[in-house]
């Protein structure tokens, strides 16, 4: 499937469910939830690189603000992932890269707010990542059997 194609599928060309690129300086801050199956293949990069899509995954979105993350987070990883954990994950991208991708608007206009890269570009949009991707919060969910370091939010057996 193209960019184009599965965009025009999900938001088509009069949902008006984009919005305008603010002013950026070089690099654009962006946050992503995770679970913690896909934060050990990000700690698998040296902490340099989200991992591939996986065969039902047709994009990787990264989001605008914390505060959508730390929702999907608590929200859904949480609660639906086994162990029941989310991680927010912080990066830096090069702005001209994360420019190419319009911001989609998926709930209440000013919170959130996700990029939707298609996976066959995510090596690519992993390229223009600068500096390590940092773990900022943790959210273990009820039963979460593992330990979470408080300072790092890296789980003990990571």
């Not at 984009?18 to 995770?34: A, I, S, Y």
């Not at 605008?64 to 162990?83: G, H, S, V």
């Amino acid at each position: 499937m193209t960019h184009n194609n599965w965009l025009e599928t999900i938001f088509p060309d009069n949902a008006e469910r984009t919005v305008p690129w603010p002013e950026t300086g070089e690099r654009v801050t962006l946050w992503r939830p995770v679970g913690q199956h896909e934060l050990a293949r990000i700690a698998a990069s040296d902490f340099r690189a989200f991992p591939p899509r996986l065969p039902d995954q047709p994009i990787f979105y990264p989001v605008l603000n914390f505060e959508y993350a730390e929702e999907i987070a608590q929200d859904w990883n949480a609660k639906r992932n086994t162990p029941p954990v989310g991680f927010v994950t912080e990066f830096e991208v090069d702005a001209r890269v994360a420019r190419q991708y319009p911001i989609q608007v998926v709930g209440a206009k000013k919170r959130h707010q996700e990029l939707w890269v298609p996976a066959e570009e995510l090596p690519a949009f992993n390229g223009a990542i600068q500096g390590p991707i940092r773990v900022v919060a943790h959210y273990p969910g009820v039963g979460y059997p593992g330990q979470i370091d408080p300072a790092t939010h890296l789980p003990e057996n990571l």
